[in-house]
């Protein structure tokens, strides 16, 4: 199950691997991740069997799975095909969040004394791979800790984007000069609560193929796709969060339909900047409301 | 200039629009919004001059300037081509932060006693039209509190996104039933400083046109890309927040960027899936880091 782990706190500890699993906290036994390319990753242990992990507490750069022997050594190159690293790019592209429990070792500060702890849930906000330090190719996650939201899953990039990155204000005119380091800030702030059942039905169906301009965008491990409400949440629009008022589209066709680019006809026929374009793709079970349709191209009449 | 007051604190009155002007939170004495197309929206009067505003505190449902008598009924439509409101555009596609200062009336329980108050920062959510209670069309704006930042400018609407919804968990199986009536709940989160100068210098250089794709978004009002970093900013990556390792990109060019679906060659060639399509669109004052393209690069290396 993905989320909170149901029969624990954060915070508590652990003398074994079995009492994590036994409160939901981390599955398995024996591996580090637990998830498939499908659902996504549940929980990660961080107990300081990659040496190239790195904990910087609220920060984890998490080693992916693989490529080692017994003792722990990298004697092979770690590959995006591994169930669990595979699991955790969708965790990514989901914007799924993933509960960490971490377990005693010298490698980290932040490590429990003993036994293990459930740190809570934190965000893969991004990857990549690199040369380990034993000179094989291995995976890693950058996650960041994230706390306040009454539900732990959010519903697609977008939101881990302004997660890692609180922009600056720094416009002294000229070219800005920028920050070769740039730090880290807390942010507070109010939002709509939405479904993210409905968005990811939504993306199901239509296998995250955009049902504006029929594009998959493929990336390593995985596609990806937004849902995005055709009439907008809350006041003035006060759109409803359901499947028919969620459409599976690209980004930039995202982009176009909040800001009235695009609309759709009764017929559910695309218009561009007032002209036809052509049908919006359909799936049998997506049934889109015409009242939505409807509040939202009137929203965007000149 | 756009964020905070230099000379006012939040919550602070004024007795008057003059020392409000003076203080710095909304320069013109006469105008509800202060801004232009080119540069967004400075600041605006919430005061009851218009019927159709709604506020609720945290949220204010702010209409558009213009198409009204000398008392206050609306006898034209309202347009966007009006400087107020294509300015409020402005500030929603560049995610830019509008000062709010409220002055006394009966329509809003959240208005001052009696003069004004300068309430801080909020952010255009969402936008559009319709038939005011005078039977014109009007354009209205949803703007958000947002409070945390040490800096009160945000980058792109990618932020703007996740301030405005925050996804909740309702995995129960089978369709999901989601949700007529969204609430809302705060959150709170880490995140990487980053400049919005930066961004914004990179996308004046590409006039909002995407270096990979050459698409330009084009939005009833405006036009929209996004700065988007090669080499990503934060531990393992470091990389640095400057023009040089910034790329103007439409957001689905973006999104594969981040996740490895785009690399770029020494010589700046764009390599989609392994394949050469082309080179990178440049522009003579836009210099890009090599090292940034080689990490990134690296980072995606299978």
New interface residues.
Partial sequence: M??EAPNAEVGQEFSSRRLAHEAGVHRPIQAGICGTKASGAESIVLSGGYKDD?D?G??I?YTGHGGQDGSGNQVNDQ??DDTGNAALVTS??E?QLVRVLRGAHKGSKFAPKSGYRYDGLFRV??Y???LGIDGY?IW?F?M????????????D???I????????????GG???????????????????????????VKAWHDNRCQVCD?R?????GS?SEGAHIQ???????G????GNVLCL???C???L????IVLSDDFTVIK?GIEVGPLRTHP?HSISLDCVRQHR?????
């Avoid at 009137?298 to 000149?302: A, D």
Wanted: aromatic share 6%; charged share 25%.
């Fill in positions: 993905i989320g790195e910087y609220e920060v750069v590959t995006l990514y592209l914007g906000t991004s990549g791979s690199k190719r890693q950058r960041e800790a994230y706390e306040g939201a009454p539900f732990p899953i959010i519903a990039r977008e939101s984007h302004t997660v890692a990155e609180l922009p600056i204000a720094d416009d002294a070219t800005p000069v920028g920050n070769e380091t740039p730090e880290r800030a807390t942010t507070t702030m109010q939002r709509i609560l939405r479904s993210i059942a409905v968005k990811r039905q594009l965008i493929e990336v390593p491990g990806y907008a949440l809350g006041r003035p629009h006060d409803p969060d359901i499947t690209c980004p930039n995202h982009v176009m909040d800001a009235g680019a900047a079970q009137e929203r965007w009449r000149q």
